[in-house]
């Protein structure tokens, strides 16, 4: 970030051709990309290239064949030492409110497209007069589209809805869904239908109208239908994803088993015998407040004072941009769409001009709106529009810029976004890619500080990006 009270732009498309050279004099002001950037004098740059790692993030621990491929996310409001489903046993559960969750980072293995079965107890502190999400899979960019599947709470009885990028294939409702009460949920898809079992007995089976399309991108969530902001209230335990149709037999055997006070044979032994994908217990005790959490150091003029935080659940020392300019071993900070960023004491407040800078990679898989860099309600910058697009928000305007995403999966790429008070400039790999016009004496002010990677970019919290950040 710099902070330049000339009235000038910074050169951005040399110090994008830095990061391509190594003492060369083609670029006047600086042998590599670090000296280019400090030669323009930032107030912020933080290289991210810090190898210790925050602290763990607060997770919900899979028991199943993915192994920690597949763990989950407690969102900091998830209260997860609540009262249990399975009768006569200690064992806790997760408590949800509010949009609080358990997300699960993508993972295809845990969408297959053919026969699965998913199940969970589930217990409602309230009804609702819409339908809220307690186990869901679904991608939902916006239109029709309903790719993956999802247990709903429709107020007075269950669904297992499947759907595709046209809107469901098949919703299977019944049994009653009352207030104070555990209930035994599984949803089977055979491959021809949709079938909801509750508390062990077949309460519907609804053959498909169309094929059923898997979800292609976003987590699978616990307590929530997060796609549609469908947020169930009440406590979820013993949740679990199997690669095949179980037979009614066996879900018949998990649900007396979970009510039986002495059973022959644990519960958990008896998911573990039927090979979950996922098995997600959700008995975790709460985790303690992370201590002191690493530093992203800056390296521009304000020095110290303008480090940056690690937080809990990203990565640190992940591979950074491989290009000469950067150095050998160069490093970057990685995201996983669900939890954790890079927070800053940073401001952008009142600024009448800025240059924001930094380097971006995300692979197939990827957030639909994952923040970048930028301050909430002032300057917001990421992907947007189930990621098709870069938005860069501009308070100051009251309107934003789009461009479609213009990088390769897997391919480093160069945004900055430079304002002058008569326009806003959004450059991709130092070429000019959108303009707003308009004159701004200020760029504004907000009650937010500048992060990286989400955490406090689009939105307060969340919007974690998926994929990696390098040179800001």
Known sequence: MNRNKESRCLAVSAIF???????????????????????????YYWRLNETTQPPPADVAHNLGTLGNAADGFYSADATHDSFGALVGSTDTAASFQAGARVSVPYNPALNPNSPFTVECWAYKFEGSGYPLGVFSSIQYIGGAERRGWLIYDNGTQWQFRIGDGSGYVATAAGGAANVGEWYHLVGVFDGANAILYVNGVEAAKVAISRPFVPNPML????????????????????????????????????????????????YNQLVLAQNPLGYWRLNELASPPPGNLPAAANLGSAGAAGNGSYN??????????????????????????????????ASLNELAQFTVMGWIKRSAAHSTRGGYFGQNDLLEMGDADGAKNVEVWVNAYG???????????????????????????????GEVAAT????????????????????????ATGDVFLGSIDEV
Do not use: C
Request: glycine share 14%; proline share 9%; hydrophobic share 40%.
């Open 312 to 345: 809990p659940g990203m990565q640190a020392g992940a591979a950074g941009a491989p290009f000469v300019g950067f150095g050998a071993n160069n490093k970057a900070a990685a995201f996983n769409g669900i939890i954790g960023h890079v927070s800053t004491p």
């Open 17 to 43: 051709a830095a990061a391509f050279v190594a003492g060369s004099s083609a670029i006047s002001v600086g042998a590599d990309y670090q000296s280019t950037v400090l030669a323009n004098n930032p107030l």
């Open 219 to 266: 987590p699978t969530e616990i307590g929530t239908a997060g796609a549609f902001g469908r947020h169930f209230s009440g406590v979820v335990d013993e949740a679990a994803i199997y690669p095949t149709a179980l037979p009614p037999a066996e879900i018949l055997a998990h649900y007396q088993n979970g009510i039986n006070p002495s059973p022959s044979t644990p």
């Open 436 to 459: 707003l016009a308009g004159n701004a004496p200020t760029y504004g002010s907000s009650s937010y500080y500048f992060n990286i990677g989400g955490g406090g970019i689009f939105n």
């Open 399 to 429: 309107t934003n810029m789009k461009i479609p995403y213009p990088f390769r999966d897997d391919e480093w790429g160069f945004l900055a976004v430079v304002g002058d008070g008569t326009k806003t400039i959004l450059y991709v790999n």
